[in-house]
């Protein structure tokens, strides 16, 4: 048995420990092989030397993370000690400035965070159209829209157009009160939520007046050829076969896109298939088209998420 003592000279140790001693007990159940205990401003480990070397690195990870932001949320200390993959751990800590895909306001970098999420990145700039599917909080959206903001102020791009199918989830979009865009506005709120993460007010409002950022319902694309635009359709699950081939086929010369969806969230009529499934189906194989599929690994929101991926996955099965 090998034992080794870490200290957090360099951190708040509270920060560290938790609440109730919270995170700890995530370390703990992450290496449950290993006697792991807290010594005020220390923290001693003791075992085998391959769990030992391997919650060393978990452990110096968090603490370069709390140096740099003084504080890590619950579902980030997770996130960091459940990244097996380097790659995915290295996300937190930011060592390559390059991983940086937007600086939003007050300077808050925005970059792919999972290692689905840098595939997603690196097929994005290879390929002019991305099928990027998973399910809830596993950032498909928020990359999208990040990797459409960089083209755009990097000026690959003339315009951003983002659309949705305006289908009811459970709820009647008639019964909801306003004119039209009064009642289209909460379907594509999720749109406007990431824009505002990575663009100032005031010039997010300038571009919204100029039309060089365009949000609007997937029925008002049809007729119209989208050049030198990065175009995302979100929500695509939602689209029936005929829907989504009218998107695709409006694609135009010196153009991106990215579709996204979530195949276990389905909220068409009964008797109606997402034309999600087969369009990426008989794209397969094309040059030019790519797929990724993001899982729970990936998801970015409360460290609760995850888990109610798996159950309900679990379920279906």
Not at 126 to 136: C, E, H, R, S, T
Not at 213 to 242: K, S, V, W
């Amino acid at each position: 048995m090998t034992e080794t003592v870490i200290n957090l000279d360099s951190i708040n140790p509270i920060e560290f420990f938790g609440v109730n001693n919270g995170k700890l007990d995530l370390l703990k159940k992450r290496f449950p092989l290993l006697k792991i205990l807290s010594r005020g401003k220390q923290i001693k480990l003791s075992g085998a030397q391959e769990q030992l070397t391997q919650a060393k690195e978990k452990i110096e990870t968090l603490i370069q993370y709390l140096e740099r932001n003084g504080n890590v949320s619950h579902n980030y200390f997770e996130q960091i000690l459940g990244g097996d993959d380097a790659e995915v751990v290295d996300n937190f800590v930011e060592k390559n400035p390059q991983d940086v895909l937007v600086f939003g306001p007050n300077g808050k970098s925005v970059r792919a965070r999972t290692l689905n999420q840098k595939k997603m990145v690196s097929l994005a700039e290879k390929n002019d159209v991305i099928f990027a599917i998973g399910p809830a909080g596993t950032g498909k959206t928020y990359t999208a829209v990040a990797l459409a903001v960089r083209a755009l102020k990097n000026k690959m791009v003339k315009k951003i157009i983002l659309t949705r199918p305006a289908v009811e989830a459970g709820e009647n979009l008639g019964f909801l009160p306003g004119d039209l865009k009064e009642k289209i506005d909460p379907y594509l709120r999720p749109l406007y939520d990431a824009l505002d993460d990575m663009i100032p007010a005031d010039k997010l409002g300038y571009y919204m007046s100029t039309r060089v950022i365009e949000i609007a319902p997937l029925a008002y694309m049809r007729g119209r050829t989208l050049d030198h635009a990065f175009i995302i359709l979100d929500e695509a699950q939602n689209t029936t076969d005929l829907q989504i081939k009218m998107f695709l086929t409006r694609i135009g010369p010196n153009a991106k896109a990215i579709i996204t969806g979530d195949l276990s969230q389905v909220d068409l009529p009964k008797n109606q298939r997402s034309g999600l499934i087969k369009a990426s189906r008989i794209l397969k194989n094309i040059d030019g088209i790519a797929h990724i599929e993001l899982d729970e690994e990936d998801v970015v929101r409360h460290r609760l998420v995850k888990a109610i991926i798996r159950a309900y996955d679990k379920e279906n099965e």
